[in-house]
C-alpha cells in the first residue's frame, strides 16, 4: 500500500464547478501537507501548504484531519486553467516529501 | 530570477550506456533533491543534498545511481548501465531552508528513454 494515496480521476466538471479531491496518508508520523499542481508535461508547483485548521486562498480551501489521515482540497467556481494534475504531498518529519499519484482535473467549457 | 534549471531536458540511451544529468539549483539554496516521476505516477524521492552534503540516499533505487554536488550548487544524477526500467522523468527541487515544511521549487526535468 502507498503512503500517500490519491483518486486518480481523471475529474471532469464544467467550468464554475465545485469540485473536492481527498488524500490519505497512512504514516501518522507525518508532519507537514501540501498540494502541488503539475500541469501536463511540466514541473510540480506549490499551490498551497496545508494547516491543521485549514487554510482558504481565493478559490481554493484545504483541509487536514489528523484523526482519520486525509487531506482535502475544494476548488470553488472552476475555471478552465484550472486543468492540471494535483499532487497531495506528505512529509514525515524527515527530508523526502512523500507524493500522491495525482488526481487529475479537466474543467469543461 | 532565475529558477531551477536541468539539463539535457530529453535524453535518448541505448540500455547499457552512462547517462549523466544536471541540475542548476537557484543560487543560494541550500537543499537540493532529486526525484523520479515514472509516467501517471507521481514524484518519487531518490536524494537530498545539504550544501554539498548527501545527507539522504535512501530513494535511490540501484547502486546504479550515484548522485554528486561537489561545490554545493549544482548537481549531477548519474545512471550507470541504464536500463529501459530507469525510462522516467528526472525531477531537480532546491529550496533556501532546510526544513521539511517549506516549499521546494522544481525544475522542468529530464526525461530519460531507455531503448
Known amino acids: 500500500r502507498k503512503e500517500v494515496e490519491q483518486d486518480p480521476g481523471p475529474f471532469n466538471v464544467p467550468e464554475g464547478a465545485t469540485v473536492a479531491f481527498n488524500c490519505t496518508y497512512s504514516?501518522?508520523?507525518?508532519?507537514?501537507f501540501f498540494w502541488y499542481r503539475q500541469d501536463c508535461r511540466k514541473e510540480p508547483k506549490l499551490l498551497m501548504s496545508?494547516?491543521?485548521s485549514g487554510n482558504e486562498d481565493g478559490r481554493f480551501t484545504a483541509q487536514l484531519n489528523r484523526a482519520s489521515q486525509y487531506i482535502s482540497l475544494l476548488i470553488r467556481d472552476s475555471k478552465l486553467s484550472d486543468s492540471a494534475t494535483y499532487l497531495c504531498?506528505?512529509?514525515?518529519?524527515?527530508?523526502?516529501?512523500?507524493f500522491g499519484a495525482g488526481t487529475r482535473l479537466t474543467v469543461k467549457p | 530570477g532565475a529558477g531551477v534549471s536541468q539539463s539535457p531536458r530529453y535524453k535518448v540511451a541505448k540500455r547499457g550506456q552512462d547517462v549523466a544529468l544536471r541540475c542548476d539549483p537557484i543560487?543560494?539554496?541550500?537543499?537540493l533533491f532529486w526525484y523520479q516521476q515514472a509516467l501517471g505516477q507521481g514524484p518519487e524521492f531518490l536524494t537530498y543534498?545539504?550544501?554539498?552534503?548527501?545527507?539522504?540516499k535512501s530513494g535511490l533505487p540501484s547502486d546504479r545511481f550515484f548522485a554528486e554536488r561537489p561545490e554545493g550548487s549544482v548537481s549531477t544524477l548519474k545512471i550507470q548501465r541504464t536500463q529501459q526500467e530507469d525510462s522516467a522523468v528526472y525531477l531537480c527541487?532546491?529550496?533556501?531552508?532546510?526544513?521539511?515544511?517549506?516549499?521546494?521549487?522544481f525544475g522542468p526535468g529530464t526525461r530519460l528513454t531507455v531503448t
Open positions: 504531498v506528505v512529509n514525515r518529519g524527515t527530508l523526502d516529501m512523500r
Open positions: 496545508v494547516y491543521s
Open positions: 527541487a532546491s529550496s533556501p531552508r532546510t526544513d521539511y515544511s517549506y516549499e521546494q521549487y
Open positions: 543560487s543560494g539554496h541550500v537543499s
Open positions: 543534498f545539504q550544501n554539498e552534503a548527501q545527507l539522504d
Open positions: 504514516n501518522s508520523a507525518s508532519q507537514s
